[in-house]
């Protein structure tokens, strides 16, 4: 059984510690903000003092695939008509002969633990921040949570099966860390690794790449309850320890590495809801550049161990962002917009392929608190990451703040501060007030379908950080307005807006090669409806429906339309 001893504030306004044998370390009368006690937990007690009582799935054993009816696999029109219709009159999508994707180009689709595996407590599973967040932190649009997902725990053979039969070269997911360390650190769980085996030996057996996300956001709840999770420098170590098991274990069947998804997301999300969890000292404009260098040396250092153990596949962090246009001709707002690359792609980009360090506009105020990285840190970070890879769904236009930028640089308590910039999905009424895009569901208000920036956005990257090893476009994808709402399966799996955003992105992407941009991957998210993180179950990204009452996936038109154009345009 693992035991893992926590200390945690006495007078919690979270959970009360009555009737569990708890060692203080206080003595006499001392005032209530300062007494902490001790507690020897096991992985249950962690579970049952902080998230209660978790839902488990109808099936909880490993389905095996059976054979996909040749029905399912018929494409939608206007891909195809049975024989016996005829008459049907369409504007045909000419192929562009001069376009093709290189020799070596790969596709694929993605998911993450948390949003997809369910079986929350199964063979050893200790809870994560996100466990945390959806049963009492923070708030939910559908109420749901993780604990059954859309059980891909147990229905994953059948899950890879599905997309091999469709042609996908890749399939990128994510390891659960509090699998694989119920508490984050300490003893290693064999069963998470085990599941985590047949997973990738599945996906060699049907012929898919098996590309792996070793966080995305899935930090063990224990790290964060124990020091602050990734705001404090302890988190550095056991990162790379759990980084190392991984590695060991799967070096030889892995042709990919992603260590972090968007740091830029998952550093935004501290400070952490107050009232659940212990409070930091650290400011909380402060707490995310904090994050991100933590982040960065996890990165390095699990980056180095790779390399010196001879693992030599691509090993890489997926950035997120979007192109950035100013919302006026203004001088405040072209400012705006280099702030904004600066504090979003630049904040990371710049030190793993430009300096080590820090863009100037970051540092002029992370200088005032952050220790300076040493030569052997800059030397370290910057290379860590092979391939310049960005979940790039969107753009927006920037602009300077209300009060101008002199004004929000010296104002501490502005709300914009210390990035200095706002953004927005119109122009300004003076030029029409028009979206930059039709848009995708509400409850995805930041989401909206520009595609016609993809191919200057690919640009921008290959020459600000001149990524070596090319670029991967490691997350697009679309909410269908309204799915949720829908309750005929044949409405849902007709999905006209994601059909004409993925294939306006891939003519884009297209477009960009032919510009003499090195894209070299893209992941599609995502492989079924999954769980979306703060919006729940109201929005839906997935390429496969997903009955959640009997957990059958049911491929959707944009998904055949997806497999067309990757294959039209495959280099032969």
Same mark, same amino acid.
């Given at each position: 059984?693992?035991?893992?001893?926590?200390?945690?504030?006495?007078?919690?306004?979270?959970?009360?510690?009555?009737?569990?044998?708890?060692?203080?370390?206080?003595?006499?009368?001392?005032?209530?903000?300062?007494?902490?006690?001790?507690?020897?937990?096991?992985?249950?007690?962690?579970?049952?003092?902080?998230?209660?009582?978790?839902?488990?799935?109808?099936?909880?054993?490993?389905?095996?695939?059976?054979?996909?009816?040749?029905?399912?696999?018929?494409?939608?029109?206007?891909?195809?008509?049975?024989?016996?219709?005829?008459?049907?009159?369409?504007?045909?999508?000419?192929?562009?002969?001069?376009?093709?994707?290189?020799?070596?180009?790969?596709?694929?689709?993605?998911?993450?633990?948390?949003?997809?595996?369910?079986?929350?407590?199964?063979?050893?599973?200790?809870?994560?921040?996100?466990?945390?967040?959806?049963?009492?932190?923070?708030?939910?649009?559908?109420?749901?949570?993780?604990?059954?997902?859309?059980?891909?725990?147990?229905?994953?053979?059948?899950?890879?099966?599905?997309?091999?039969?469709?042609?996908?070269?890749?399939?990128?997911?994510?390891?659960?860390?509090?699998?694989?360390?119920?508490?984050?650190?300490?003893?290693?769980?064999?069963?998470?690794?085990?599941?985590?085996?047949?997973?990738?030996?599945?996906?060699?057996?049907?012929?898919?790449?098996?590309?792996?996300?070793?966080?995305?956001?899935?930090?063990?709840?224990?790290?964060?309850?124990?020091?602050?999770?990734?705001?404090?420098?302890?988190?550095?170590?056991?990162?790379?320890?759990?980084?190392?098991?991984?590695?060991?274990?799967?070096?030889?069947?892995?042709? @990919?590495?992603?260590? &972090?998804?968007? !740091? %830029?997301?998952?550093? #935004?999300? +501290? $400070?952490?809801?107050?009232?659940? /969890?212990?409070?930091?000292?650290?400011?909380?404009?402060?707490?995310?550049?904090?994050?991100?260098?933590?982040?960065?040396?996890?990165?390095?250092?699990?980056?180095?161990?790779?390399?010196?153990?001879?693992?030599?596949?691509?090993?890489?962090?997926?950035?997120?962002?979007?192109?950035?246009?100013?919302?006026?001709?203004?001088?405040?707002?072209?400012?705006?917009?280099?702030?904004?690359?600066?504090? @979003?792609?630049?904040? &990371?980009?710049? !030190? %793993?392929?430009?300096? #080590?360090? +820090? $863009?100037?506009?970051?540092?002029? /105020?992370?200088?005032?608190?952050?220790?300076?990285?040493?030569?052997?840190?800059?030397?370290?970070?910057?290379?860590?990451?092979?391939?310049?890879?960005?979940?790039?769904?969107?753009?927006?236009?920037?602009?300077?703040?209300?009060?101008?930028?002199?004004?929000?640089?010296?104002?501490?308590?502005?709300?914009?501060?210390?990035?200095?910039?706002?953004?927005?999905?119109?122009?300004?009424?003076?030029?029409?007030?028009?979206?930059?895009?039709?848009?995708?569901?509400?409850?995805?208000?930041?989401?909206?379908?520009?595609?016609?920036?993809?191919?200057?956005?690919?640009?921008?990257?290959?020459?600000?950080?001149?990524?070596?090893?090319?670029?991967?476009?490691?997350?697009?994808?679309?909410?269908?307005?309204?799915?949720?709402?829908?309750?005929?399966?044949?409405?849902?799996?007709?999905?006209?807006?994601?059909?004409?955003?993925?294939?306006?992105?891939?003519?884009?992407?297209?477009?960009?090669?032919?510009?003499?941009?090195?894209?070299?991957?893209?992941?599609?998210?995502?492989?079924?409806?999954?769980?979306?993180?703060?919006?729940?179950?109201?929005?839906?990204?997935?390429?496969?429906?997903?009955?959640?009452?009997?957990?059958?996936?049911?491929?959707?038109?944009?998904?055949?339309?997806?497999?067309?154009?990757?294959?039209?345009?495959?280099?032969?």
């Amino acid at each position: 059984m693992h035991f893992q001893r926590i200390s945690f504030w006495l007078f919690s306004t979270f959970i009360s510690f009555r009737a569990v044998r708890a060692i203080s370390n206080s003595t006499g009368t001392s005032p209530a903000a300062a007494a902490t006690t001790y507690l020897n937990i096991t992985v249950e007690d962690l579970w049952n003092l902080y998230i209660g009582p978790v839902v488990t799935a109808d099936v909880t054993t490993t389905i095996e695939p059976t054979p996909i009816p040749s029905s399912e696999l018929i494409p939608p029109p206007p891909l195809y008509y049975p024989s016996y219709l005829s008459g049907q009159e369409f504007v045909a999508q000419t192929k562009n002969a001069s376009w093709s994707f290189p020799k070596d180009f790969w596709w694929g689709v993605s998911s993450a633990s948390y949003q997809v595996e369910g079986a929350a407590k199964a063979e050893g599973r200790g809870p994560g921040l996100w466990d945390a967040f959806t049963h009492r932190a923070q708030t939910i649009a559908d109420n749901a949570t993780g604990d059954v997902a859309i059980n891909e725990y147990y229905t994953y053979k059948r899950e890879i099966q599905r997309i091999a039969a469709m042609g996908v070269d890749v399939y990128s997911f994510s390891i659960s860390w509090s699998r694989i360390f119920p508490f984050g650190n300490g003893q290693i769980n064999e069963a998470g690794l085990k599941h985590y085996d047949d997973v990738i030996d599945t996906c060699i057996k049907y012929g898919v790449k098996p590309y792996v996300t070793l966080y995305h956001w899935d930090l063990p709840l224990y790290l964060q309850l124990a020091y602050g999770g990734w705001i404090d420098e302890r988190i550095v170590d056991d990162f790379l320890a759990y980084a190392k098991v991984l590695f060991q274990r799967w070096a030889s069947k892995v042709p @990919q590495w992603f260590t &972090f998804n968007e !740091p %830029l997301s998952f550093c #935004g999300e +501290y $400070p952490v809801p107050d009232g659940y /969890f212990p409070k930091s000292t650290i400011p909380d404009a402060q707490q995310r550049f904090w994050c991100g260098r933590h982040m960065l040396l996890a990165n390095a250092k699990a980056y180095k161990y790779a390399r010196s153990i001879n693992i030599t596949a691509p090993i890489s962090i997926k950035f997120n962002g979007g192109y950035k246009l100013p919302r006026t001709n203004s001088t405040q707002d072209k400012e705006a917009v280099n702030r904004a690359w600066a504090f @979003q792609e630049g904040w &990371f980009a710049d !030190p %793993l392929f430009l300096t #080590g360090d +820090y $863009p100037s506009r970051v540092k002029n /105020f992370t200088s005032q608190f952050l220790p300076e990285f040493t030569s052997e840190e800059k030397a370290m970070i910057k290379g860590s990451s092979d391939i310049f890879c960005h979940d790039a769904y969107t753009s927006k236009y920037y602009m300077a703040p209300d009060a101008g930028l002199a004004s929000c640089l010296t104002n501490t308590s502005n709300s914009l501060y210390p990035l200095c910039y706002n953004n927005t999905v119109t122009l300004p009424d003076s030029e029409g007030g028009w979206l930059i895009g039709p848009a995708a569901d509400p409850n995805s208000a930041w989401l909206h379908k520009a595609t016609e920036w993809v191919p200057i956005f690919l640009r921008h990257i290959q020459d600000t950080w001149k990524p070596a090893n090319g670029i991967v476009i490691s997350e697009f994808g679309l909410t269908e307005p309204f799915e949720y709402y829908k309750t005929s399966r044949a409405d849902i799996l007709t999905d006209p807006q994601r059909t004409a955003y993925y294939q306006d992105y891939v003519h884009a992407m297209l477009m960009a090669i032919a510009d003499g941009v090195n894209l070299v991957g893209a992941l599609a998210w995502s492989i079924a409806d999954n769980l979306e993180w703060t919006a729940g179950f109201t929005v839906k990204f997935g390429l496969q429906y997903v009955n959640r009452t009997t957990q059958e996936r049911y491929y959707k038109a944009s998904f055949f339309h997806l497999a067309k154009l990757f294959d039209e345009y495959r280099a032969t």
